[in-house]
C-alpha cells in the first residue's frame, strides 16, 4: 500500500517550507523516526523523520523547491511485498471515473485508512476524489504533467508511461513515448537555470535518470558556447531568491525599524582586565572543554546591567510597557541562510559555567543551522558581536518584540592614558540600541555605563551581582 507523507506544521502555524536536502531517495528503505529530509523554515532548519516503516516509491518535491504545509512530498511503500496497483491505474481506467470501489471495495478501504503515527506528523484522509485522467491517445498531457508523472512515480525504466497508456489489466505497460511527444526532462529549478544561462535544454543530451537533464549538464553546456555567445544578461546578474530565515528576518527588520524609535549610544572602554580575567577562566576546570571568550563576560556584564535596571528588560505594549523578570539573552548570528537570533532562555538564572556550555552550544547549533523554532522565539535582549568581523561598532536594529540590543565590537590594541600615563591598552567599543518609547535616554545611558564599567573592572560583577 503507498502511503503519502505530507509537509507538516512543525510549529506555530508555519505555511510553507523549503525542501533543503534529502536523506532517502526512491527505492531506499525507510523506519519510523529516520530521519528523511531537512526542511527549511521561515525560523530554522528542522530534520523530519519519517512516519512509516516501508520502501520509499517516490520522492514528490526536489531539492531547492518551497512547497505548502500539507503538500505530499514523498511516498512510501508500506508492503513492498503486496501487490499494489500501480499508481497511474487509479486515474485511468472507466473505474477511477466513475468512483467506482475496487473488487470487494477492500482495497480502497485500505487505502482511505490511516493510521496514527507520530505525534504533529499525521496523514488526514481527503476528502475529495481525483479527476479521472484523459486516455493519452486522445491528448499530449502538458509538459509539467508529464514531468510531475514521470519525476514521483519513475522506479524502472518502463515505468513512466505505464500509468497513462495502459488500461486497467493490460498485461504489459506501453512503450516509452517518441521524441515528438515526449518533453524534455529537467526538473523546474534546472529549466530555470537553463534560462537564465541561456542554455536550450533541447539540444543537451541528459545525464540523470531516464535522460533527465541535471544542473550539471546545464553547467557544462554553459561553458562550452563561444564569449560571445556567453554575454548575455543572465550571465552579468545574479537573482537569490528571498525565501526561509532570509526572508522573515528581512520582513521582521523593516518592521522593528519603522516601529520602534531607535536610539543609539556609544561607549569606548578599556577592556585589558577582562582579557586578562578570560585568560584566568580558561585554566580554571569548571568549565571543561568549552572555549571561554570575551563574549561571555559581555554577557554577564549586560545580565547583571538589567538586574540593576529592570526597565530595559521590558517590551511596549499598545497600554502598557512589559517588563520581564526574566531574561532570555539573544545572540545574534550570521549564518548561510540568513542572520537568526537563537537565545539562551532563563540566563538570568544561570551560573558563569553554565552560561558559558549555554552559549557554546548555541553558538554551534546556530552555525550548523540546527537551531530550533523554540530557540529563535521569545528573546527579550541581544548581543550582536561584531567584533568577529573586524568591526569597532555599528547602530544594530532591535530584535521585534524587545527593546534593547548591545553590540560588542572588536578588541584592540590602542594607545590610553593610564593614571595620567599613555599606555598601549586593549580598547572596544560598546553601542546599545534601544527603543525610546520604552528606555529614555537617562536608563539607556545608564544601562550602558553600567556594562562599560564591569567591562574595565570585572570584580563589579560580583559587587553588582
Known amino acids: 500500500m503507498i502511503k503519502e507523507f505530507r509537509l507538516p506544521d512543525v510549529g506555530e502555524g508555519l505555511q510553507e517550507a523549503e525542501i533543503v536536502k534529502w536523506h532517502v531517495h526512491s527505492g531506499d528503505t525507510v523506519k519510523v523516526n529516520q530521519t528523511i529530509v531537512e526542511i527549511e523554515t521561515a525560523k530554522a532548519v528542522v530534520e523530519l523523520p519519517c512516519p512509516f516503516d516501508g520502501v520509499v516509491s517516490a520522492v514528490?518535491?526536489?531539492?531547492?523547491d518551497?512547497?505548502?504545509v500539507g503538500t505530499p512530498i514523498i511516498a512510501v511503500e508500506t508492503d513492498p511485498s503486496g501487490d499494489a496497483p500501480p499508481v497511474g491505474k487509479a486515474a485511468s481506467g472507466e473505474k477511477a471515473a466513475s468512483g467506482e470501489k475496487a473488487s470487494g471495495g477492500k482495497a480502497e478501504k485500505t487505502a482511505e485508512k490511516r493510521t496514527p503515527v507520530l505525534v504533529g506528523y499525521g496523514v488526514k484522509a481527503s476528502s475529495t476524489q481525483r479527476r479521472a485522467r484523459k486516455p493519452a491517445a486522445a491528448e499530449t498531457p502538458p509538459e509539467e504533467a508529464q514531468e510531475a508523472v514521470q519525476e514521483a512515480f519513475t522506479t524502472t525504466p518502463a515505468a513512466p508511461t505505464s500509468g497513462l497508456t495502459s488500461a486497467p489489466g493490460a498485461p504489459a505497460p506501453a512503450p516509452a513515448p517518441t521524441p515528438a511527444r515526449v518533453a524534455v526532462l529537467a526538473k523546474p529549478p534546472v529549466r530555470k537555470l537553463a534560462r537564465d544561462l541561456g542554455v536550450d535544454l533541447a539540444a543537451i543530451e541528459g545525464s540523470g535518470p531516464q535522460g533527465s537533464i541535471t544542473r550539471d549538464d546545464v553547467q557544462a553546456a554553459a561553458?562550452?558556447?563561444?564569449?560571445?555567445?556567453?554575454?548575455?544578461?543572465?550571465?552579468?546578474?545574479?537573482?537569490?531568491?528571498?525565501?526561509?530565515?532570509?526572508?522573515?528576518?528581512?520582513?521582521?527588520?523593516?518592521a522593528s525599524a519603522f516601529t520602534a524609535p531607535h536610539v543609539t549610544e556609544f561607549l569606548q572602554i578599556?577592556?585589558?582586565?577582562?582579557?586578562?580575567?578570560v585568560r584566568r577562566l580558561r585554566e580554571l576546570p569548571d568549565f571543561g572543554d568549552v572555549k571561554v571568550s570575551p563574549l561571555l563576560l559581555v554577557a554577564k556584564a549586560l545580565l547583571t546591567a538589567v538586574k540593576r535596571h529592570p526597565t530595559a528588560n521590558?517590551?511596549?505594549?499598545?497600554?502598557a510597557i512589559v517588563v520581564k523578570h526574566y531574561v532570555n539573552l539573544g545572540i545574534a548570528a550570521a549564518t548561510e541562510r540568513g542572520l537568526i537570533v537563537p537565545n539562551v532562555k532563563d540566563a538570568h538564572a544561570m551560573s558563569l559555567p553554565e552560561l558559558a556550555r549555554a552559549l557554546a552550544e548555541l553558538t554551534e547549533r546556530a552555525r550548523a543551522g540546527r537551531c530550533q523554532p523554540a530557540e529563535l522565539t521569545g528573546g527579550t535582549i541581544t548581543i550582536t558581536n561584531v567584533g568577529v568581523f573586524g568591526i569597532d561598532s555599528g547602530t544594530p536594529i532591535l530584535n521585534p518584540g524587545e527593546s534593547a540590543i548591545l553590540a560588542f565590537g572588536q578588541v584592540r590594541d590602542m594607545p590610553w592614558v593610564v593614571d595620567g600615563q599613555l599606555a598601549v591598552r586593549k580598547v572596544t567599543t560598546l553601542a546599545l540600541s534601544f527603543d525610546h518609547r520604552v528606555i529614555d535616554g537617562e536608563l539607556g545611558s545608564y544601562v550602558l555605563r553600567d556594562v562599560g564599567a564591569m567591562l574595565e573592572d570585572p570584580l563589579r560583577m560580583l559587587a553588582w551581582s
Do not use: H, N, Q
Not at 60 to 64: L, R, T, W
Not at 232 to 242: A, D, L, N, S
Not at 314 to 319: E, L, N, P
Open 314 to 319: 521590558a517590551v511596549w505594549s499598545d497600554d
Open 270 to 277: 578599556d577592556v585589558t582586565e577582562t582579557m586578562a580575567a
Open 66 to 68: 518551497t512547497v505548502d
Open 60 to 64: 514528490m518535491v526536489a531539492e531547492g
Open 223 to 254: 561553458a562550452t558556447p563561444s564569449p560571445a555567445a556567453r554575454a548575455t544578461p543572465g550571465e552579468r546578474e545574479e537573482r537569490i531568491p528571498v525565501k526561509g530565515v532570509r526572508k522573515a528576518t528581512a520582513a521582521a527588520m523593516v
